[in-house]
């Protein structure tokens, strides 16, 4: 029998880390991130592949380490209470285009379902047409689960290919600890900086890895998801996830008020653009991809912490979608979408629906 | 034990367990279900789901990183 019950997957207990990640987000903000991006697992992935060198938008390049502390949070918790799985191989391929495509729709919105929420709780009222994008994509993904769209089963691997991918974490942190920013200069050894623009806001770094870790850790014991939250009101009318991510929204509105941190309004908005079509579309994109592979932009870091080798090529994908989406000049910025931002969506919609429509499978049952 | 009556659901990620778990509760009405799942989340949501369907947790065995539960309704 259940020995020992998980508190953190109890209705408290989702809407109590829903309210910490509300007031900690805004407070990153007011300790240093850049505006309604107190913390953007897809911005955030994109400073990182800027740091990298994967693309040079030059304002935008970062190793943030809120990502790093999500991973490594997600490992211990995993740890503590033996949930660490290390497990692959379901459609890595697949996994990967999709992370692609979730991100080249989430910098044509400009942010990830974190971010859109943080926006409307910053008063940014573009953010409305994004999430009502993540959830129309989110409801095509249902529809296809509904029809028998699924990756196929994992399998069993090996402990240290499970912690690949926090080593990979690991490592960055090490790039970041080596070669520190230096106020003014664009590079220090391999990393490049941002000497202005959002890459260039942040709050010290044990401050953003230890928030980082500590919310790593009570999201991988409350399996707290953005896109898991709509898709379980759609498919299943239950309202778990859902108010985790109400009481995130909430909270971080009373944070900003606190913070004089909420400023209502379309235009001026921090990294934002007021064009709704593309802030819809761009999500709803992100959205059916997000459904399509199983978790939002911060539950698949979360899963790679717990040894999940598919949800970590997701994050690969999304870094390497972040290149295309800055090199290509697909993501857009306060002036608008980028100059090949339509096309990219509409070809990312493509691809989503191709692997949807491709990809089912009925399980028998027994064993 | 009838094999028509358990669900292997070991390797998928929610909500693929979920979504079967719930298929054969309509399609059973009531009696007795088992499913075999491998994650802890998936042990949970498979849980909760039943449960919102009126049906009861009445075993629930874990064995390495597998678990198998066995939901009832009268």
């Given at each position: 029998?259940n020995?020992m019950k998980?508190?953190?997957?109890?209705?408290?207990?989702?809407?109590?880390?829903?309210?910490?990640?509300?007031?900690?987000?805004?407070l990153?903000?007011?300790?240093?991130?850049?505006?309604?991006?107190?913390?953007?697992?897809?911005?955030f992935?994109?400073d990182?592949?800027g740091?990298?060198?994967?693309h040079?938008?030059?304002?935008?390049?970062?190793?943030?380490?809120?990502?790093?502390?999500?991973?490594?949070?997600?490992l211990?918790?995993?740890?503590?209470?033996?949930?660490?799985?290390?497990?692959?191989?379901?459609?890595p391929?697949v996994?990967?285009?999709?992370?692609?495509?979730?991100?080249?729709?989430?910098?044509?919105?400009?942010?990830?379902?974190w971010?859109?929420?943080l926006?409307?709780?910053?008063g940014?009222?573009?953010?409305?047409?994004?999430l009502?994008?993540?959830i129309?994509g989110i409801?095509?993904?249902?529809?296809?689960?509904?029809?028998?769209?699924n990756?196929?089963?994992?399998?069993?691997?090996?402990?240290?290919?499970?912690?690949?991918?926090?080593?990979?974490?690991?490592?960055?942190?090490a790039?970041?600890?080596?070669?520190?920013?230096?106020?003014?200069?664009?590079?220090?050894?391999v990393?490049?900086?941002?000497?202005?623009?959002?890459?260039?806001m942040?709050?010290?770094?044990?401050i953003?890895?230890?928030v980082?870790?500590?919310?790593?850790?009570?999201?991988?014991r409350?399996?707290?998801?953005?896109m898991?939250?709509?898709?379980?009101?759609i498919?299943?009318?239950?309202?778990?996830?859902?108010?985790g991510v109400?009481?995130?929204?909430?909270?971080?509105f009373?944070?900003n008020l606190?913070f004089?941190?909420?400023?209502?309004g379309?235009s001026?908005q921090?990294?934002?653009?007021?064009?709704?079509?593309?802030?819809?579309?761009g999500?709803?994109?992100?959205?059916?991809?997000?459904?399509?592979?199983g978790?939002?932009?911060?539950?698949?870091?979360?899963m790679?912490g717990?040894g999940?080798?598919?949800?970590?090529?997701?994050v690969?994908?999304?870094?390497?979608?972040?290149?295309?989406?800055?090199?290509?000049g697909?993501?857009?910025?306060p002036?608008?979408?980028g100059p090949y931002?339509i096309p990219?969506?509409i070809?990312?919609?493509?691809?989503c629906?191709?692997?949807?429509?491709?990809?089912?499978?009925t399980?028998?049952?027994?064993v | 034990m009838?094999?028509?009556?358990?669900?292997d659901?070991?390797?998928?990620?929610?909500?693929?367990?979920?979504?079967?778990?719930?298929?054969?509760?309509?399609?059973?009405?009531?009696?007795?279900?088992?499913?075999?799942?491998?994650?802890?989340?998936?042990?949970?949501?498979?849980?909760?789901?039943a449960?919102?369907?009126g049906?009861?947790?009445?075993?629930?065995?874990?064995?390495?990183?597998?678990?198998?539960i066995?939901?009832?309704?009268?």
């Open positions: 029998m020995s998980n508190v953190f997957a109890s209705r408290w207990g989702i809407i109590s880390v829903g309210a910490i990640i509300g007031i900690l987000a805004p990153l903000q007011k300790l240093g991130n850049p505006g309604n991006m107190g913390i953007c697992v897809a911005c992935e994109r990182i592949a740091a990298l060198g994967f040079r938008a030059e304002v935008v390049q970062y190793i943030r380490p809120e990502i790093i502390g999500f991973v490594i949070g997600s211990i918790a995993a740890y503590s209470f033996k949930e660490f799985r290390p497990r692959l191989g379901s459609a391929i996994r990967f285009v999709l992370g692609v495509f979730a991100m080249i729709g989430a910098l044509v919105f400009l942010g990830c379902p971010r859109a929420m926006r409307l709780a910053g940014d009222g573009n953010a409305i047409f994004g009502l994008g993540l129309g409801w095509i993904g249902t529809l296809f689960l509904k029809g028998g769209y990756l196929g089963r994992t399998q069993w691997t090996y402990a240290s290919a499970g912690w690949l991918f926090s080593l990979f974490m690991v490592g960055l942190l790039l970041l600890v080596m070669f520190p920013p230096i106020k003014g200069e664009a590079r220090n050894g990393l490049f900086y941002s000497t202005k623009g959002p890459g260039s942040y709050p010290p770094l044990w953003s890895l230890g980082g870790t500590l919310l790593g850790f009570l999201a991988q409350s399996r707290f998801c953005t898991g939250a709509f898709r379980d009101l498919l299943f009318r239950q309202i778990h996830l859902l108010s109400v009481a995130l929204i909430v909270f971080a009373l944070t606190i004089k941190q909420f400023h209502p379309f001026g921090p990294v934002a653009h007021t064009i709704h079509i593309w802030n819809f579309l999500m709803a994109l992100a959205g059916l991809a997000f459904a399509l592979a978790g939002c932009p911060g539950r698949q870091l979360f790679a717990e999940d080798g598919d949800a970590a090529l997701f690969m994908g999304m870094i390497v979608g972040a290149g295309f989406a800055h090199n290509f697909l993501a857009s910025s002036k608008g979408v931002g990219a969506v070809i990312g919609f493509i691809v629906l191709f692997i949807g429509f491709t990809m089912r499978r399980y028998g049952e027994g | 009838i094999m028509e009556k358990v669900i659901a070991r390797g998928l990620s929610c909500p693929q367990p979920v979504l079967m778990t719930l298929n054969k509760i309509k399609s059973l009405k009531k009696g007795e279900l088992i499913i075999k799942v491998d994650t802890e989340t998936s042990k949970e949501n498979v849980s909760r789901a449960e919102s369907q049906w009861k947790v009445a075993d629930l065995i874990s064995e390495g990183s597998e678990y198998t066995t939901i009832k309704k009268d």
